[in-house]
C-alpha cells in the first residue's frame, strides 16, 4: 500500500511539475495541447478572469532572448523593441502590465477605463467563437475608474524596467458630455501614459460610435487636443484615436479630413475596434449574441480600412493596426496596408502567450526574407497614398 501511495505520489508531483515548467516557460505544443483547450471549457468571462492572475502573477518567465533587431520601431520619440502590442480590453484595470511585458508585447495598453467606476453590462457578455476563432463582446465598459486604475499605472510607470503604456480612456455610460470624460482622462493620465487613446468606437456604450460623426468629433478632439496641450508635463503624450471598422467610405473621409486639421491633429490612429457586422459565413452558434466581433472574421476587413486611412491621410498620421491578427503573416500584411505597429487580443485569448513569440518569430523571417531591415521601411507598402 505504502510502495503504491509512493509511485501515485511520484506521478501527480512529477505530472504537475512538468505541467507548471511547460506553462512556465510558454511551451508553444503544451499551451495548444493541453492549456488553451482547457480555458475553452471554462466560461469565457472565467476564463479571461483566470489568464488576467497568471498574468499579474508573473506565472510566465521573462522572454529571455532579446527582439531581433529589425523588429525595433521608435514612434512618437517611443523606443518599441518590437510591434507587436496587446489591445485595450484584455487587461482594462491595468494588474498586469509587468507580466504582459514580460510574455514579450513591446508595448501594452490598459482600458478602456472610465473617469467613475461601473459595471458594465450584466453576464453573459463574452462569448467564444470556436469554429470562427473569434471572440463576440459586450462588456461595455466595466472599469475600476481612473483613481484606481491610476494607482496601478503611476506604480509601473516608475519602474526602471518596463512596458511602453498606453491608456484607453472610455466615457461613463451616464456622461451626457462625451467630451468631459476624455479631458477628465487626458488631465488624470497625462503625465504618466506614454500614450492616450480616445476610444469613441466600442459598440457597447450607447451613443459611443456616433461620436465618429463629423461634426462631434471635430468638437471633441477639439477640447481634447486643447487639453493635452495645456497639460504642464516635460512630455507631452501623443494622442490616438480609435476608430470602428463599420464606416462607410465618406465617413471614413470626414474622419480623415477631421484629424489633419490643426487644431483637432492626432498623433496616430488605432484601426480599429470590434465589429456589428457579422460576416455570412460565421459558422458559431453564439453568432447572433449581440456585441463587438473580433479575431479572425475581422482580419480582413481591418486589412482593408487600414488600407483605407493611410491613403485618406497620405501616411502622415502612424497607424496602429489591430483586428485578426494571429501570424507573423497577418502582422506583416497590416505594415503593408500602412500600419507603423500592430495589436492583438482575440489570438492571445485563444493561443495564449506563446502566440506572442511566433508573431515575432514569423514577422522578423518575413521582413528579411522580402528585403526590408527595418519595419519603418515595409510600412504602407502595398497601399497608394
Ligand atoms: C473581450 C474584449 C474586450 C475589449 N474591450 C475593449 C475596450 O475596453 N476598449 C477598446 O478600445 N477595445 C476593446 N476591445 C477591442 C480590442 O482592443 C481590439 O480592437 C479588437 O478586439 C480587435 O483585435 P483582435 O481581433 O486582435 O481581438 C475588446 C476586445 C475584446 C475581445
Known amino acids: 500500500m505504502k510502495q503504491l501511495t509512493a509511485m501515485v505520489t511520484i506521478t501527480v508531483g512529477g505530472t504537475a511539475a512538468f505541467a507548471g515548467l511547460c506553462i512556465w516557460n510558454g511551451n508553444e505544443n503544451f499551451y495548444r495541447d493541453y492549456v488553451m483547450p482547457f480555458t475553452k471549457r471554462l466560461d469565457p468571462e472565467t476564463s479571461h478572469r483566470l ?21 525595433a520601431t521608435k514612434l512618437w520619440g517611443l523606443n518599441f523593441s518590437n510591434p507587436v502590442g496587446l489591445a485595450a480590453g484584455f487587461d482594462k484595470q491595468a494588474e498586469a502590465i ?9 508595448f501594452v495598453e490598459i482600458g478602456s477605463v472610465t473617469p467613475e467606476p461601473q459595471e458594465g453590462n450584466t453576464s453573459p457578455r463574452v462569448f467564444r467563437l470556436n469554429e470562427d476563432a473569434g471572440l463576440i463582446n459586450r462588456y461595455g ?11 496601478r499605472v503611476k506604480l509601473e510607470s516608475e519602474k526602471q524596467e518596463r512596458a511602453v503604456i498606453g491608456v484607453n480612456l472610455g466615457k461613463n455610460k451616464l456622461t ?11 488631465k488624470k493620465f497625462g503625465e504618466i501614459a506614454d500614450y492616450l487613446v480616445i476610444n469613441v468606437s466600442s459598440p457597447n456604450t450607447p451613443g459611443l460610435r456616433g461620436l465618429q460623426q463629423k461634426a462631434e468629433l471635430e468638437n471633441l478632439i477639439t477640447l481634447v487636443v486643447e ?62 449574441e449581440a456585441g463587438g466581433l473580433s479575431g479572425q472574421p475581422l482580419k480582413d476587413i481591418s486589412t482593408r480600412c487600414i488600407r483605407d486611412f493611410y491613403r485618406l491621410t497620405g501616411g502622415r498620421i502612424p497607424i496602429i493596426g489591430v483586428g485578426g491578427v494571429a501570424s507573423g ?12 505597429l500592430v495589436q492583438l487580443y482575440t489570438s492571445f485569448a485563444f493561443q495564449g502567450p506563446p502566440v506572442v513569440r511566433r508573431i515575432k518569430r514569423e514577422l522578423d523571417e518575413i521582413l528579411r526574407s522580402n528585403g526590408y531591415q527595418s519595419i519603418a521601411e515595409a510600412v504602407g507598402k502595398s497601399s497608394t497614398k
Open 51 to 71: 489568464a488576467v492572475f497568471a498574468m499579474k502573477h508573473c506565472l510566465i518567465r521573462k522572454q529571455l532572448k532579446p527582439d531581433p533587431e529589425s523588429l
Open 98 to 106: 509587468q507580466g504582459l511585458h514580460r510574455t514579450g508585447f513591446g
Open 141 to 151: 465598459f466595466n472599469s475600476e475608474g481612473h483613481e484606481a486604475v491610476y494607482g
Open 176 to 186: 451626457p458630455v462625451a467630451a468631459e470624460d476624455y479631458v477628465a482622462g487626458v
Open 227 to 288: 487639453a493635452r496641450n495645456n497639460l504642464s508635463v516635460s512630455k507631452l503624450p501623443p494622442l490616438l484615436l480609435k476608430i470602428a471598422p463599420d464606416l462607410s467610405q465618406e465617413e471614413k473621409k470626414d474622419i480623415a479630413d477631421v484629424v489633419l486639421k490643426d487644431k483637432c491633429r492626432v498623433d496616430g490612429i488605432i484601426v480599429c475596434n470590434t465589429t456589428i457586422s457579422r460576416p455570412s459565413d460565421l459558422k458559431s452558434e453564439c453568432k447572433s
Open 329 to 340: 503573416q497577418d502582422a506583416y500584411e497590416k505594415i503593408l496596408a500602412g500600419a507603423s
